[in-house]
C-alpha cells in the first residue's frame, strides 16, 4: 500500500472510530449532562469537538508514521497498543454519557490512560516524532480523567438519565 492510502487508511480508522464514540457522547451531552453538577475545570463545551478533532488528527498521523516503519514485533505491539486504547474511546463514551454511569467510566478512562502512555513509549522506540504527537492526547485524557472524576464526586456514580 502506498503511503498516502496507509495515511488516508488511518484518517479513516481514527475517524471511524471518533464516529462511533461521538455517537453515544450526543446522547449524554443532549440528555443528563445538560442537568449534572459540573466542575468548575470544565470548559466550555464547544472547546472539545475541536480538541478532539485536533487530536485526533494527530493521532492517526502518528500511527501512520509507526505505519511506515520497518515490520517488527515491536511496531507491531506499538499498532495494538495504538488500536486497543483509541477502541477504548468507545465503552468510555458508552459508560459514561450514553449509560451515565460515571463510576464504569471512571475504571475505562484510567484504563485508556494507562494504555495511552504504554502506546507512547512504544512509538518512541521506532519515531519519537509519532510519540510526541500523542503527548497532547495523552495531557487532553489525564485531563478528562480529571473531569470524569469531578462528575463523580458532584454527581454520584451513576446519573438518572431521563
Not at 515490520?71 to 497498543?81: F, G, Q
Not at 463514551?93 to 512504544?122: E, H, P, R, S
Not at 518512541?124 to 487532553?140: F, Q, R, T, V
Request: proline share 4%; aromatic share 20%.
Amino acid at each position: 500500500m502506498n503511503k498516502y492510502k496507509s495515511l488516508f487508511f488511518h484518517i479513516v480508522g481514527v475517524g471511524l472510530i471518533a464516529a462511533i464514540a461521538g455517537y453515544f457522547t450526543r446522547f449524554g451531552v443532549n440528555g443528563w449532562y445538560q442537568t449534572a453538577v459540573p466542575s468548575s475545570i470544565t470548559p466550555p463545551n464547544i472547546w472539545f469537538r475541536y480538541v478532539w478533532t485536533i487530536l485526533y488528527l494527530l493521532m492517526a498521523i502518528a500511527a501512520w508514521r509507526i505505519s511506515l516503519c520497518p515490520k517488527s514485533e515491536e511496531i507491531k505491539k506499538s499498532k495494538t497498543l495504538f488500536w486497543t486504547q483509541l477502541f477504548l474511546h468507545i465503552p468510555w463514551c458508552f459508560t459514561f454519557f450514553y449509560l451515565g454511569w460515571l463510576g464504569m467510566g471512571f475504571a475505562v478512562i484510567i484504563v485508556m490512560d494507562f494504555m495511552a502512555f504504554q502506546t507512547i513509549k512504544n512509538f518512541a522506540k521506532s519515531d519519537k516524532y509519532a510519540a510526541y504527537m500523542l503527548y497532547p492526547y495523552l495531557l487532553w485524557i489525564c485531563y478528562a480523567t480529571l473531569l470524569n472524576l469531578s462528575y463523580i464526586i458532584n454527581n454520584g456514580l451513576v446519573v438518572q438519565i431521563s
